[in-house]
């Protein structure tokens, strides 16, 4: 039994220690917690019971290190690098709420620590383990759908209202969260748009800045991205609409992949794209036929869960990551990537110039409160 403690009882630590309490996660306990306020005590208590061992701050829990072999983080961005250092750093396994940060250059630290120390790190993508994901990556990898040639992915799923916005003094903020839309909700499709199609060579970015809000972070995205092997990418991204859209596409040399919702349907071939563009001796598809078969996906409920009891057997049996933390970084350094580029109004090449986006972030942040205090 892996004893874990928690940093942060808001909504996603709340929910943790639900999963543990109702039984979805095999070989955990939840054996402390810090709950700063006689509220957060309260809720805590309702959910874990009077057995979770309560502190104050995150320096009393560190005095009681001995009631814990696992962190669990669940805090606002801006507090997730250096809490997850003194972690590692304390010999404590790790699983942290995405994302990492808010900067690539705030999260060294933490990467650091990570390959310093032997301890399991790893982050809550539990959008990998969705059917639909893992089906698609599955047909990338053996090259059934053959050499990307186009992508896109398109979501309006998160959608949010002002009240939102409005629930945390941090929320929606340069100085609270770092970010907007992209560096929230949009870190679990970021996560999948790379595992699934790796780390693009440039970004260009379109984004909306309060465009639906009062606010001065993005709630709309629009992300241009190209690839060494010649691919192009499209990546869309809303809060302020109010049809629900989730659509994914690939278009391969051998064939297509459309995800809609929880339905695939996958376009097959008879000939390899390239081959037929260069020898065929017809002036369109004449020759060229398609096979189409579908496919549905159930809602997985168990996602989050899955995370959790894989940390577990990680710790306890070695078992592979479904999210090795190390790459987190990656869905934060695209977003941060899309901000700079909108700042500058320039495609940017990846890897990010950390120190100049982190520059750039301070002075945004400097403004927004300037414009609080007005």
């Not at 990467?111 to 032997?118: F, H, I, P, Y």
């Not at 499709?189 to 790379?194: F, G, W």
């Not at 869309?236 to 809609?260: M, N």
Request: charged share 25%; with cysteine; hydrophobic share 35%.
């Amino acid at each position: 039994m892996i004893r874990a403690a928690l940093v942060g009882t808001g909504t996603m630590g709340r929910n943790y220690l639900r999963f543990v309490n109702d039984g979805k996660v095999h070989g955990l306990i939840f054996t402390a917690a810090v709950a700063r306020s006689e509220s957060s005590r309260t809720l805590v208590k309702e959910i874990a019971g009077d057995t979770i061992a309560l502190f104050q701050s995150e320096d009393e829990l560190y005095e009681h290190a001995d009631l814990f072999d696992a962190v669990i983080i669940a805090t606002p961005h801006r507090f997730h690098p250096a809490m997850g250092e003194r972690a590692l750093r304390c010999g404590k396994h790790l699983m942290l709420d995405k994302p990492m940060g808010i900067s690539v250059a705030d999260c060294e630290v933490l990467l650091k620590a990570e390959q310093e120390c032997d301890s399991v790190f790893t982050m809550m993508f539990h959008q990998r383990t969705y059917p639909s994901y893992r089906r698609i990556k599955e047909l990338i990898d053996s090259g059934e759908i053959g050499t990307i040639r186009r992508v896109l992915m398109e979501n309006t799923r998160y959608f949010r209202t002002a009240h939102y916005h409005h629930s945390g003094s941090w929320r929606s903020s340069w100085n609270g969260e770092g970010g907007g839309m992209l560096i929230n909700q949009g870190q679990h499709l970021l996560d999948i748009y790379q595992w699934l199609f790796g780390m693009p060579e440039t970004l260009s970015a379109r984004i909306g800045f309060g465009k639906y809000n009062d606010f001065r972070v993005d709630d709309e995205a629009v992300l241009y991205t190209t690839y060494s092997g010649g691919a192009s990418g499209l990546f869309i991204l809303s809060t302020g609409e109010g049809t629900r859209q989730e659509r994914l596409e690939i278009s391969g040399s051998k064939g297509t992949a459309i995800l809609t919702g929880n339905r695939l349907s996958i376009h097959r071939y008879n000939r390899d794209l390239t081959e037929y563009a260069e020898t065929a001796l017809v002036n369109a598809r004449e020759e060229l036929t398609e096979t189409v078969t579908e496919e549905a996906f159930d809602f997985d409920e168990t996602s989050q869960p899955r995370i959790l009891e894989n940390f577990v057997k990680a710790i306890e049996d070695n078992e592979s990551l479904i999210v090795p933390g190390k790459e987190g970084i990656r869905a934060l350094e695209l977003s941060n990537v899309a901000y700079l580029s909108a700042w500058t109004k320039e495609t940017v090449s990846l890897p990010i110039d950390a120190v100049r986006y982190q520059k750039l972030l301070e002075e945004h942040q400097k403004e927004e409160m300037k414009c609080g205090q007005q």
